[in-house]
């Protein structure tokens, strides 16, 4: 009985950190697949005799557009990591229970592609053209990667908000999950802790 009730605890979990990236995955693929149309039309028409002698306009309309569903995009990310943040502050969550693992012997987390594609989809991910400000920001990013390897609790803490709002997005946009971190053999909570540093010019 005991077996089930795991399970079925478990089971629970890994639902739940499923659901709260489902929304940003729903968001990115109807995105994408505007921004798909959006292109196979301006390769149409730049293809069409008749539209050749426009294509700096065409060009200007198709750049204004794309650029305008990345607004849009990002926009409706930022309500559902809204929605994602809400969810997890009323979910009851024990910071107390967090075990620190240090480097003896115990095993960190590991992204599960490894951490130079971590912070190349970070980076792929992060919308700089949302961030307001000029010069050198930074920012911590922290989060909880769970025992079943899902990302919660995601804190951008830095002087700059737009940058710390694009940056928790950035890392729920990433879809794979963390090799969770071992102490004594077993699976354990960890937080991380990501320093980003932007220049705008």
Do not use: H
Request: with cysteine; net charge positive.
């Amino acid at each position: 009985m005991k077996k089930f009730f795991t399970f079925l605890f478990l089971f629970i979990v890994s639902f739940y950190f499923s659901q709260q990236t489902e929304g940003l995955r729903m968001i990115k693929k109807k995105y994408d697949l505007e921004l798909e149309n959006l292109i196979v039309q301006y390769k149409q028409d730049i293809a069409n005799k008749a539209y050749r002698k426009k294509l700096k306009e065409i060009t200007r309309i198709k750049d204004n557009a794309v650029k305008e569903l990345e607004i849009k995009r990002n926009a409706e990310y930022l309500e559902e990591l809204l929605k994602i943040k809400t969810d997890e502050l009323n979910r009851v969550f024990d910071v107390s229970k967090l075990q620190v693992i240090d480097e003896r012997g115990e095993i960190m987390p590991r992204y599960s592609k490894g951490n130079n594609v971590f912070k190349e989809e970070l980076a792929n991910n992060f919308y700089s053209e949302a961030v307001k400000g000029k010069g050198k920001i930074s920012c911590e990013l922290s989060f909880v990667i769970e025992r079943d390897g899902s990302i919660v609790n995601v804190k951008g803490t830095g002087e700059n908000e737009s940058f710390n709002k694009q940056a928790e997005l950035a890392l729920y946009l990433i879809l794979d999950t963390w090799e969770p971190g071992r102490l004594d053999g077993r699976t354990v909570k960890c937080r991380m802790r990501v320093p980003l540093t932007l220049n705008l010019n």
